[in-house]
């Protein structure tokens, strides 16, 4: 056994094991999210949610993805058929790809690379391809505006979100996601850096395109946005992309600012809680706050998006960068 | 082996995508292949061990370069009729260049000469025990700083000149001082007007209606009255 594990074919199959040992409930994380906004959403506007399918609604999830599948997939004429049907698959693939480098426990990332963060970050930027390419290739002006909404949107806030990370990596001297944990066992990242945690929080709403910032399918002026022309599996994949980029950016925001595996307190209670469990615990934090967020704020303007993206965040990660650098150079903590 | 079969099947998509981006009738497809062969470059980084290029190449041209080169190139309404328009005539400058540009290349390939000590550097191109992030660190933001700093300030200067050259004279757009817009206390003014004249105060968004010289008749004004004569220009 142990010389199979060690052989080519052998790391080709652990690989794969480890990859649905995280993807498949990742997707059962991704079903019962959708139940949970719609439970949570219902609670604040005092209304009852999915309560019909299954003991509250628990099988709502299911009967949603047999729907979606019994559709018909309706492919307009005018449209780049290719690229069409390619653009949801991109953004759920990508969804899934970022899951690759991510630590739920210390040693327990798939592939644990020296470069994580910037992995991470670099399929985070590629996101906006899959709204831009669906916009364009719908042939439909509604889809075309979302399109162009979102490139602008998520360029902008890119920026700011790359500060906040170069922030962190100065406090811990490593791009190594599971160093960037350890790095926080005394002291989560939150409490030093409190206002970087606010805009990386806000620019993550931006980046997964979610409330107050869903400009690209905001459906009082687009209809639906970039995905207005999709029907059927080619819409449940945007629909499951846009959760799994909803729970990975939280998983970034918990590895980053809130302390990865570690429990709050280092003494008994908290211990005993196994690590993974502290992890999901705290993403379900971030994702509650994603949907709080949503029931809670209007939509923003076209121009208050931009302008609170390059006139305000912009400046003050950068601010706070310099300073952040100044105080870890003079008080001789910057990690060697 | 499994390494050299991925540099070919990377080096051979590379280079079928380059050739895709430069023959293919639809601009938008031009750059989706400009964008999958960043990724091969990337992919071939990455086998040559320099994973922080590779990382970055896609960051950086992938995740913001191309995003935009896509969203002018949606935008532009391209006429290819009028594109081959000149073809003919321009054909053979277009070719002399081309060939001039081939025979530098040329030249410039039968001097190269390695240097000594090029073998041994290429065979482990980052210190041993650094990765390889630390040793580009190393090198740009200790060893070469002030030469860093100047190109980059090289670019500022290009991206200022670019937003002069582009910066128009906006008088009439409006803008919106969202520090004023708060600092705007809600209290409330009673007003009485003369008959057809309207409230004469600046509004935030509109410019003061042109001054009217004898009071028109109450049924054509009313209400509409700023509706009416503001967007017509005004007199600012």
């Not at chain 1, 009082?220 to 499951?240: I, P």
């Not at chain 1, 379900?284 to 006139?311: N, S």
């Not at chain 2, 001097?111 to 210190?127: G, H, K, M, V, Y």
């Not at chain 2, 200790?142 to 100047?150: G, K, N, P, R, S």
Request: with cysteine; hydrophobic share 55%.
């Amino acid at each position: 056994m142990a010389e199979f594990l060690a052989s080519p074919l052998g790391i080709l199959a652990l690989t794969v094991a480890k990859t649905l040992a995280l993807l498949v409930p990742v997707l059962i994380f991704v079903a019962y999210l959708t139940w949970a906004e719609r439970k949570v959403l219902a609670a604040m506007q005092l209304r009852r949610g999915p309560n019909v399918v299954g003991p509250m609604g628990l099988l709502q999830p299911f009967a949603d993805a047999l729907k979606m599948l019994m559709k018909e997939t309706i492919i307009p004429s005018g449209s780049s058929r290719l690229l069409f049907l390619g653009a949801p698959m991109l953004t759920f693939t990508l969804a899934m790809l970022g899951w690759a480098v991510i630590p739920v426990n210390d040693g327990w990332a798939i592939a644990d690379i020296n470069v994580g963060i910037l992995y991470l970050f670099a399929i985070s930027s590629l996101g906006v391809y899959g709204v831009i390419i669906a916009g364009w290739a719908s042939n439909s002006k509604y889809a075309f505006l979302g399109a162009l909404r979102s490139a602008a949107q998520m360029v902008s806030y890119e920026v700011s979100m790359g500060f906040v990370i170069v922030t962190v990596l100065m406090c811990v001297g490593s791009l190594n996601l599971t160093e960037i944990v350890r790095a926080q066992e005394n002291l989560w990242f939150i409490i030093p850096l409190f206002p970087m945690f606010i805009i990386f929080f806000i620019s993550i709403l931006a980046e997964t395109n979610r409330a107050p910032f869903d400009l690209p399918e905001g459906e009082s002026e687009l209809v639906a946005g970039f995905f207005v022309e999709y029907s059927s599996m080619s819409f449940a994949l945007f629909f499951l992309g846009e959760y799994a980029n909803m729970i990975l950016m939280s998983s970034l925001t918990t590895i980053l600012f809130l302390g990865g595996w570690y429990a709050p307190f280092a003494f008994e209670p908290f211990t005993w809680i196994p690590g993974p469990v502290w992890f999901i615990l705290k993403v379900c934090f971030c994702l509650f706050t994603f949907i709080w967020v949503r029931a809670t704020f209007p939509r923003y303007r076209y121009d208050q998006l931009m302008r609170l993206g390059w006139k305000v965040f912009l400046p003050f990660s950068l601010l706070w960068l310099v300073m952040t650098a100044a105080f870890l150079k003079l008080t001789g903590m910057l990690p060697a | 082996m499994i390494a050299a079969l991925a540099f070919y099947l990377f080096a051979s998509i590379l280079i079928a995508s380059a050739v895709m981006v430069v023959t293919s009738r639809n601009p938008v497809h031009s750059v989706l292949y400009l964008i999958l062969a960043f990724f091969n470059a990337a992919a071939l980084f990455l086998i040559a061990g320099a994973e922080f290029l590779a990382m970055i190449l896609v960051i950086v041209y992938v995740g913001a370069v191309a995003v935009l080169f896509l969203f002018v190139v949606m935008m532009l309404d391209v006429d290819f009729v009028q594109l081959r328009e000149g073809f003919q005539r321009y054909a053979p400058i277009g070719a002399i260049i081309g060939g001039i540009l081939f025979l530098e290349l040329l030249f410039v390939l039968g001097t190269w000469q390695f240097a000594a000590d090029a073998a041994e550097l290429r065979l482990s191109p980052t210190p041993a025990g650094v990765s390889n992030t630390k040793a580009l660190g190393r090198i740009i933001y200790t060893d070469y700083i002030f030469l860093f700093q100047a190109a980059g300030l090289i670019l500022l200067v290009a991206m200022i000149g670019a937003i002069v050259l582009t910066l128009r004279d906006k008088h009439h757009s409006k803008r919106q001082n969202i520090a004023v817009q708060v600092a705007r206390t809600s209290e409330l003014t009673m007003a009485q007007p003369a008959l057809g004249e309207g409230i004469r105060r600046e509004d935030i968004l509109r410019p003061l209606p042109p001054p009217s010289k004898a009071p028109k008749p109450v049924a054509h004004h009313g209400h509409g009255h700023d509706d009416d004569h503001g967007h017509g220009g005004g007199h600012h």
